[in-house]
Protein backbone atom coordinates (compact mmCIF):
# COMPACT_ATOMS: atom_id res chain seq x y z
CA UNK A 1 0.00 0.00 0.00
CA UNK A 2 0.73 3.97 -0.19
CA UNK A 3 4.05 4.17 2.28
CA UNK A 4 6.06 7.01 3.88
CA UNK A 5 9.62 5.65 4.68
CA UNK A 6 11.66 7.69 7.30
CA UNK A 7 15.66 8.09 7.92
CA UNK A 8 17.30 7.74 10.14
CA UNK A 9 15.53 6.08 13.23
CA UNK A 10 17.90 7.05 15.68
CA UNK A 11 20.23 10.58 15.21
CA UNK A 12 22.77 11.93 18.44
CA UNK A 13 23.78 15.23 17.68
CA UNK A 14 25.98 17.83 19.84
CA UNK A 15 24.21 21.11 20.11
CA UNK A 16 24.96 23.73 17.90
CA UNK A 17 25.47 20.84 15.04
CA UNK A 18 22.76 20.64 12.56
CA UNK A 19 20.49 17.21 11.78
CA UNK A 20 19.02 16.45 9.04
CA UNK A 21 15.99 13.40 8.59
CA UNK A 22 14.74 12.03 5.47
CA UNK A 23 11.63 10.90 4.22
CA UNK A 24 10.61 8.94 0.85
CA UNK A 25 7.19 8.36 -0.03
CA UNK A 26 4.83 6.23 -2.36
CA UNK A 27 2.47 8.20 -3.74
CA UNK A 28 2.67 10.66 -6.64
CA UNK A 29 -0.52 12.58 -6.18
CA UNK A 30 0.76 13.57 -2.61
CA UNK A 31 0.81 16.92 -1.95
CA UNK A 32 1.10 18.12 1.54
CA UNK A 33 4.24 17.67 3.70
CA UNK A 34 3.89 18.53 7.15
CA UNK A 35 6.27 17.70 9.57
CA UNK A 36 5.40 16.85 14.05
CA UNK A 37 7.37 17.00 16.52
CA UNK A 38 5.84 14.41 19.86
CA UNK A 39 8.50 15.20 23.30
CA UNK A 40 8.46 12.89 25.46
CA UNK A 41 4.85 11.91 26.89
CA UNK A 42 3.45 14.69 25.16
CA UNK A 43 1.07 14.65 21.65
CA UNK A 44 2.67 15.33 18.40
CA UNK A 45 2.83 18.92 17.15
CA UNK A 46 2.60 20.59 13.69
CA UNK A 47 6.60 22.22 13.17
CA UNK A 48 6.31 22.86 9.70
CA UNK A 49 4.74 21.68 6.27
CA UNK A 50 5.40 22.19 2.81
CA UNK A 51 3.09 22.41 -0.28
CA UNK A 52 4.15 20.49 -3.19
CA UNK A 53 4.28 23.68 -5.30
CA UNK A 54 7.01 24.48 -3.05
CA UNK A 55 10.52 23.30 -3.19
CA UNK A 56 11.74 24.92 0.00
CA UNK A 57 10.37 26.58 3.11
CA UNK A 58 12.18 27.90 6.19
CA UNK A 59 10.87 28.68 9.83
CA UNK A 60 13.98 29.61 12.04
CA UNK A 61 16.46 27.26 12.60
CA UNK A 62 14.14 24.57 10.66
CA UNK A 63 13.84 24.42 6.96
CA UNK A 64 12.03 21.77 5.06
CA UNK A 65 12.80 21.24 1.16
CA UNK A 66 10.91 18.67 -0.76
CA UNK A 67 11.49 16.92 -4.43
CA UNK A 68 8.58 15.97 -6.24
CA UNK A 69 10.59 13.98 -9.12
CA UNK A 70 12.55 11.82 -6.44
CA UNK A 71 9.50 11.79 -4.31
CA UNK A 72 11.22 12.85 -1.01
CA UNK A 73 11.48 15.40 1.44
CA UNK A 74 13.94 16.29 4.25
CA UNK A 75 13.61 17.99 7.46
CA UNK A 76 17.15 20.51 8.64
CA UNK A 77 17.79 21.59 11.94
CA UNK A 78 20.48 23.96 12.25
CA UNK A 79 22.24 25.11 15.17
CA UNK A 80 20.54 22.43 17.37
CA UNK A 81 19.44 22.71 21.57
CA UNK A 82 18.79 20.26 24.24
CA UNK A 83 15.14 21.18 23.73
CA UNK A 84 15.27 20.19 20.07
CA UNK A 85 15.46 16.51 21.70
CA UNK A 86 12.07 14.58 20.53
CA UNK A 87 10.95 12.44 18.20
CA UNK A 88 10.23 13.65 14.92
CA UNK A 89 7.39 12.50 12.29
CA UNK A 90 7.05 12.70 8.21
CA UNK A 91 3.96 12.67 7.12
CA UNK A 92 2.17 12.78 3.51
CA UNK A 93 -1.28 13.04 2.16
CA UNK A 94 -1.98 10.25 0.70
CA UNK A 95 -5.08 9.25 -1.99
CA UNK A 96 -7.40 6.21 0.34
CA UNK A 97 -10.75 6.45 -1.18
CA UNK A 98 -10.23 10.37 0.47
CA UNK A 99 -7.01 11.70 1.63
CA UNK A 100 -5.60 10.88 5.13
CA UNK A 101 -2.04 12.08 6.37
CA UNK A 102 0.19 8.83 7.10
CA UNK A 103 3.18 9.28 9.26
CA UNK A 104 6.63 7.82 8.68
CA UNK A 105 7.45 5.70 11.85
CA UNK A 106 9.85 8.53 13.57
CA UNK A 107 13.16 9.74 14.30
CA UNK A 108 14.64 9.86 17.43
CA UNK A 109 17.04 13.14 17.99
CA UNK A 110 18.89 13.37 20.53
CA UNK A 111 21.30 16.85 21.13
CA UNK A 112 23.66 16.32 23.81
CA UNK A 113 25.32 19.56 25.20
CA UNK B 1 -4.02 22.90 24.81
CA UNK B 2 -4.84 22.02 21.31
CA UNK B 3 -8.78 22.13 21.82
CA UNK B 4 -8.86 18.11 21.51
CA UNK B 5 -10.48 16.21 23.97
CA UNK B 6 -9.69 12.47 24.76
CA UNK B 7 -10.90 10.10 27.72
CA UNK B 8 -10.23 7.87 29.17
CA UNK B 9 -6.19 9.13 29.65
CA UNK B 10 -5.65 5.40 30.92
CA UNK B 11 -7.27 2.46 30.24
CA UNK B 12 -6.31 -1.45 32.21
CA UNK B 13 -8.58 -4.32 30.65
CA UNK B 14 -8.13 -8.19 30.05
CA UNK B 15 -7.89 -9.96 26.55
CA UNK B 16 -10.81 -10.72 25.28
CA UNK B 17 -12.71 -7.31 26.42
CA UNK B 18 -14.39 -4.35 24.61
CA UNK B 19 -13.38 -1.15 25.72
CA UNK B 20 -14.49 2.19 23.90
CA UNK B 21 -12.45 5.36 23.30
CA UNK B 22 -13.73 8.66 23.44
CA UNK B 23 -12.55 11.84 21.23
CA UNK B 24 -13.73 15.80 21.02
CA UNK B 25 -12.85 17.52 18.63
CA UNK B 26 -11.92 21.18 18.49
CA UNK B 27 -14.50 23.81 17.97
CA UNK B 28 -15.38 24.07 14.18
CA UNK B 29 -13.20 21.08 13.26
CA UNK B 30 -15.41 18.73 11.12
CA UNK B 31 -12.67 15.63 10.44
CA UNK B 32 -11.52 13.46 13.16
CA UNK B 33 -8.97 10.93 12.72
CA UNK B 34 -7.76 8.23 15.05
CA UNK B 35 -4.29 6.53 14.76
CA UNK B 36 -2.47 4.05 17.09
CA UNK B 37 1.10 4.57 18.33
CA UNK B 38 2.89 1.73 19.43
CA UNK B 39 7.12 1.70 20.32
CA UNK B 40 7.55 0.34 16.61
CA UNK B 41 5.41 1.26 14.28
CA UNK B 42 5.04 4.64 15.16
CA UNK B 43 1.89 6.57 14.03
CA UNK B 44 -0.88 4.56 12.52
CA UNK B 45 -3.51 5.70 10.31
CA UNK B 46 -6.77 3.93 11.68
CA UNK B 47 -9.71 5.36 10.01
CA UNK B 48 -11.26 8.80 9.35
CA UNK B 49 -14.35 10.64 9.68
CA UNK B 50 -16.09 13.49 8.46
CA UNK B 51 -19.06 15.23 9.35
CA UNK B 52 -20.49 12.11 10.70
CA UNK B 53 -19.57 9.77 7.25
CA UNK B 54 -16.38 6.98 6.98
CA UNK B 55 -13.96 9.27 4.84
CA UNK B 56 -11.03 7.07 4.60
CA UNK B 57 -9.59 4.12 6.56
CA UNK B 58 -6.31 2.89 6.39
CA UNK B 59 -4.99 -0.43 9.05
CA UNK B 60 -7.71 -0.94 11.08
CA UNK B 61 -8.56 -3.96 12.18
CA UNK B 62 -12.19 -5.85 11.66
CA UNK B 63 -11.94 -6.03 15.72
CA UNK B 64 -12.26 -2.14 15.75
CA UNK B 65 -14.86 0.32 14.68
CA UNK B 66 -15.57 3.43 15.00
CA UNK B 67 -18.31 5.94 14.32
CA UNK B 68 -18.70 9.81 14.20
CA UNK B 69 -21.53 11.77 15.96
CA UNK B 70 -23.96 14.19 14.74
CA UNK B 71 -22.34 16.37 17.50
CA UNK B 72 -18.82 15.21 16.10
CA UNK B 73 -17.41 13.48 19.31
CA UNK B 74 -16.17 10.06 17.60
CA UNK B 75 -16.21 7.03 19.34
CA UNK B 76 -13.12 4.03 18.86
CA UNK B 77 -14.45 0.55 20.18
CA UNK B 78 -12.02 -2.09 20.25
CA UNK B 79 -13.14 -5.65 20.69
CA UNK B 80 -11.96 -9.30 21.59
CA UNK B 81 -8.88 -6.97 23.02
CA UNK B 82 -5.67 -8.83 22.68
CA UNK B 83 -1.83 -8.29 23.83
CA UNK B 84 -0.94 -6.78 20.93
CA UNK B 85 -3.37 -3.99 20.96
CA UNK B 86 -2.03 -2.51 23.54
CA UNK B 87 -0.68 1.00 22.62
CA UNK B 88 -1.21 5.10 22.84
CA UNK B 89 -4.61 5.59 20.80
CA UNK B 90 -4.48 9.39 19.61
CA UNK B 91 -7.42 11.17 18.32
CA UNK B 92 -6.90 13.79 15.74
CA UNK B 93 -8.92 16.59 14.20
CA UNK B 94 -9.22 19.33 11.60
CA UNK B 95 -11.17 21.41 9.59
CA UNK B 96 -11.69 20.10 6.36
CA UNK B 97 -10.66 16.72 4.66
CA UNK B 98 -8.89 17.63 1.31
CA UNK B 99 -5.55 16.15 4.02
CA UNK B 100 -3.55 19.33 3.68
CA UNK B 101 -4.64 20.56 7.02
CA UNK B 102 -2.92 21.07 10.27
CA UNK B 103 -4.00 18.22 12.57
CA UNK B 104 -4.42 19.03 16.08
CA UNK B 105 -3.96 15.71 18.21
CA UNK B 106 -5.56 14.71 21.83
CA UNK B 107 -3.77 13.93 24.40
CA UNK B 108 -4.20 10.31 23.99
CA UNK B 109 -5.62 7.12 25.70
CA UNK B 110 -2.85 4.58 26.47
CA UNK B 111 -4.81 1.31 26.90
CA UNK B 112 -2.77 -1.70 28.10
CA UNK B 113 -4.31 -4.99 27.66
CA UNK B 114 -3.21 -7.43 30.72
Known amino acids: GENVEQHPSTLSVQEGDSAVIKCTYSDSASNYFPWYKQELGKRPQLIIDIRSNVGEKKDQRIAVTLNKTAKHFSLHITETQPEDSAVYFCAASIRQAGTALIFGKGTTLSVSS | DSGVTQTPKHLITATGQRVTLRCSPR?????VYWYQQSLDQGLQFLIQ???????AKGNILERFSAQQFPDLHSELNLSSLELGDSALYFC?????????????FGSGTQLSVL
Open chain 2, 49 to 55: YYNGEER
Open chain 2, 92 to 104: ASSEGTEGNEKLF
Open chain 2, 27 to 31: SGDLS
